[in-house]
C-alpha cells in the first residue's frame, strides 16, 4: 500500500518539492514535454503586484500599471474578488508563481495546471514557438525596463509617458501576423540599438528628403509609386521606421512596446486551447495521482470542488454571465477529444472519421501543437459538446427588426454552429482591420490609414482618441477612412477637419 | 528539474513606482476627490485616508475597437427554448450585445475606485499651502541640536580615537625624544668604525663601546606609543534654527451660534489643527473659546464640549493679548491668529475689538484670519474687521462660509502658499 504524498492542508516545501516530482514523473509518463519549472512561492501582496504586471515578470514603469494595481488592492481588500491562485509566464524556465495562501491541495493542482499543463502548451503550441522566445524575453524585458528608465533621466517622466501612452493605444497593431520575427537577446539587442539608431535616422532622412533630385523627378511626382507600396498592417512597426519626426529613442520606445505585443499576441489566440489543455491535464495528472494512492479522499473532494467551480458555464440569461468561459469551453473539447479517441460513437465515426479510435494523447498532442482557438474550433467541436453546452447562435443586424436565431445544436445546426464560433475567436474578426494606406511625401506628409468594414460594423468612439495619439507619434495630419466594398462609410480626421 | 524558490521576503511594494506615477498623473482629479470628501466626512474621519473615486472617462486607454452597429453574430451557452429561425424583439438600447450593465454594488461604473493611505489623503489635502510669513527664527539652543564634527582632541572616549593622527603623534614623540641620542649614535659608530684594528683595545675602546650600548638601550626604551598621544575626534553639538510659530484658535461658543454653525467652525479648526500638525510639527496650538467670557482649554475641550451664553468677542482678544505677553514673547515667536464666529457681538464691544486688534493684537501677530459663518448679512463685527483689514491688509485677512462645501476652498484661500 503506497503511502499518500501528504494528509494536511497546511503546505511545506518539502511536499511541494514531492509533489512536484510525483507530477513531474507522472507528466513524463504522459509524454508532455516541458521547460524546467520555477516555482515561486509569493504573499498576497505580490500576486498583486504580478497582477500590475499583466504577466511580466519585469516591467518598465508606467501609470496604467499603477491604476491596475490601485483596482486589484481596492477589490480585493474589500473582499469584492478573490485572486489567481497561479500566474504562469511563458519564459524558460517556466516561472509560476504560488500563492502562499493557498492549501496543500491547491498547491497540487497548480503545479498541475500551471507547472505541466500551460508549461507543455507554451513549449509546444505553433503559435509559441514561432512568435515567442522563451529564452530570451526575461533578458529583453530587463533591456527595456533599463532602457526607459534611462531615457526618463535624461528626457524627462512626462515625455516617455507620453509616447508609451500612445503606443499602448495601437498595441493591437504592432504585431506582425505572418512573418516570424528574429529571435534577440538582450546583449545583441544593446549592442545593436546604437547601430540601428544611426541607421534608421538615416533611412527617414532619405525618405523626407526635400530637395528635389533633379529637374524631371518634379514631373513624375504624380506618377511615382505610393508610400508604402503595400498597405502595413503593422502601424507601430511603420511608425518606428518611417514617422518624419521622432527622436531615436522614441523610435525605440515605439519599438519596445511593439516586441511586448508580440509576445503576448499568441496567448491572445490561444486562451480556449491554452486553458483547456491546462484544466485537462491537472484533471488527468491528479486522477491518475489517486487511482495510485498518492492522494487522499479529501484531496480529491477539495480539488473537484475548484476544478468544478472553475469550469463552470453560467447560461447566456443569467445576470452574472459574462461570455462563453474559455476555460469550460477548452475543458470540455479536450475531454471530449479522448473520449472520441477511446470510446467513439457512431456520430463521432461519422464527424471525425481520422480520430475516432486513434491513440488519444497522440492525438490531443498533435491537436495541442497545431491549432490555434480559432482552427482548433473548427476543426474538433463536436455535436456533444455543442449540445452539453445547448450552444445557439443570434444574428444582429441593424437592418432587421429582430435579432434572429441562426442556428442551434441539432442536425441541421452543428456546422453552422460550429463555424460561427470559430469566427468569434478569429482576432482578424474581432478586432478592427485597419492598416497603412498611404504617406503624402511630396506634399503635407499626412498619413492615410484604411479601415475595412466587416460585416458593415463601424468604429467605436474611442477611435477619435486613439486618432489623437497616432498623431502625436506621426507629428502631420492623420486621416483615417471606414471602406466598406470600395465606398467610404466614414472619415476620421486628426487635427479634425473644419466643418 | 524544477526549482522551488521562496519569494515571499522579497520586497512586495514592486508596483509602488506605478502607484506614484497614477497618482502623480491624475493629481488634479484626486485632489479634487479629496476636497470633495473634505466636505462629505464626518469630523472624526477627517483624516483618514480611504476610497476615492475619480470619473473612469478622465482615466481611459483608449483602443481601438468595434462600436455597435452593421451585422453581428453571437455565439451562447444554455439554450433553453430556442429553435432556429425564431425572432427576439431586439432590448432596449441593448443592441444585443449583452445587455445593458447597470451596477448593483453601489459604484457607478463610471467611477474608478481606489484607495490611498491617510498620509497620501492629507498630503493631497493640504498640498500647495504654508503659513504666512514665517520668518522669525531663534537660536533655541535647548530644542534640537545636530553633530558636526569640530576638529582633533586630546581627550575623549575610546570608540573615538583617530588612530592616523594617534600613530602619528607618537612618532612625532619617538623622533623628538630620540633625535640627539640617534645624532650622538651615529658619530660615536662612525668613530668606531674609523678606528684601526690596532686602535681597539685599551679603556678608550671600551668606554666608547659602553657608550654605544648605553645610547642603543635608551633609544629602545622609548615608549612606541605613550597615553599622551592618543588622538580623539572631537564632535560638539550645534543648535539648529527653528522657526517657532504658535496658533491661536479662538471660537466663539455662545448661544447665538446653532449647532451646525459650531460645527461648521469645528470642521475648519480641525482642519487648520491637522495641517499644523502635518507640516509643522513644532507649532504650538493655543485653543481659545469665548461667549461673554474667554477661557484657554485643550484641545479635546475645544472641539467636543459645549456651552453657551452671550457673546463678548473683545474677551478673547484680550485673554490672547495676556497669552502672548505671558509665554509667547512676538521677538522669538511667529504668531498666528485664527478666528470664527457668526458675526454676532454686543453692539458696543465691537469698538474694542478694533481697538484691541490694531494696537495690541495685529502688531504681535504674523498673520491673522477670521471666518464668518452665517447665510444673514453681515453684522458690526464684519464691517469693524473690514476696517482692520483696509488698514493691515498683509496681516488680516477675512472670509466668509455659509456651507460646510465651503469650508476647505476657504481655507485652502487663507493659507495658499503665495509665491514671492
Redesign the interface.
Known sequence: MTQPLFTTSEWN?DL??DC??AI?ELAREFRLDTY????????S??M??AY??VGMPIGY???????Q???T??SY?RG?MGLAYEIVINSN?CIA?LM?ENTMAMQALVIAHA?YGHNSFFKGNYLFKTWTDADSIIDYLVFAKNYISKCEERYG?DQV?EII?SC??L???GVDRYKRPYPISAQEEEQRQAEREEYLQRQVNDLWRTIPKSEHAEGDAKTAQRFPSEPQENILYFLEKNSPLLESWQREIIRIVRKIAQYFYPQRQTQVMNEGWACFWHYTLLNELYARGLVTDGFMLEFLQSHTSVIA??????PY????NPYTLGFAMMMDIRRICENPTAEDRDWFPDIAGKDWNETLQFAMRNFKDESFILQFLSPKVMRD???????????E??????????E??FRK?RE??A??YNLGN???N?QVYSVNIRGDRSLTLHHT???????????H??LR?LHRLWGFDVHLYSVDNGEIKAEYHCPPKPE | ????????L?T????A??????????RAQIHKAVSDAVGERSIKDMDRGG?ISIPTKD?????????S????????????H?????????PEGG????GSKASN?GEGEDD????ISQEEFLNFMFEGLELPNLVKRQLTGVEEFKQVRAGIANEGTPGKINIVRSLRSANMRRIALTGKKRKRLAELEATLEALSPGERTGPGYDALLDEIAKLRKAIAATPWLDTFDLKYNLHIKQPIPRSKAVMFCIMDVSGSMDQATKDIAKRFFILLYLFLQRNYEKTEVVFIRHHTIAKEVDEDEFFHSRETGGTVVSSSLRLMHEIITDRYSPSEWNIYGAQASDGDNWDDDSGNCKELMLNNVLPNCQHYSYIEITPRSHQSLWHTYEEVQATCPDRFAMQHIVTAADIYPVFRELFHKRVA
Open positions: 516545501f511541494i518539492r512536484d516530482r513531474g524546467p519549472n520555477q516555482i515561486e512561492v509569493i504573499s501582496e505580490q498583486m503586484d500590475a504586471a514603469h508606467h501609470w496604467s500599471y499603477g491604476k494595481f490601485l483596482s488592492e481596492h481588500k469584492q524556465p508563481y502562499e507547472c517622466i509617458e501612452d499602448h493605444a498595441m493591437n497593431y458555464q453560467l447560461p447566456y440569461d443569467h454571465f459574462s461570455g462563453i453546452l445547448k450552444l445557439f447562435s443570434i444574428i444582429d443586424d441593424d437592418n427588426d429582430n435579432i434572429e436565431v441562426a442556428a442551434i445544436h441539432n441541421g445546426g454552429l460561427m464560433l469566427g468569434q474581432r478586432e478592427p485597419i468594414m466587416h460585416d458593415r460594423k463601424p468604429l467605436a468612439d474611442s477611435v482618441e486613439v495619439h | 528539474m524544477s526549482y522551488i524558490i521562496d519569494r515571499r522579497n512586495k511594494n514592486k508596483s513606482v506605478n502607484r506614484q506615477r497614477f497618482l502623480r498623473r491624475y476610497k482615466i481611459g486607454e483608449p483602443v481601438i475597437y468595434h462600436g452597429g452593421g451585422r453581428s453574430t453571437r455565439v451562447l451557452p444554455g439554450n433553453k430556442f429553435s432556429e429561425g425564431d425572432l427576439i424583439p431586439r443592441g444585443g450585445e449583452g454594488t474608478f475606485s481606489f484607495t
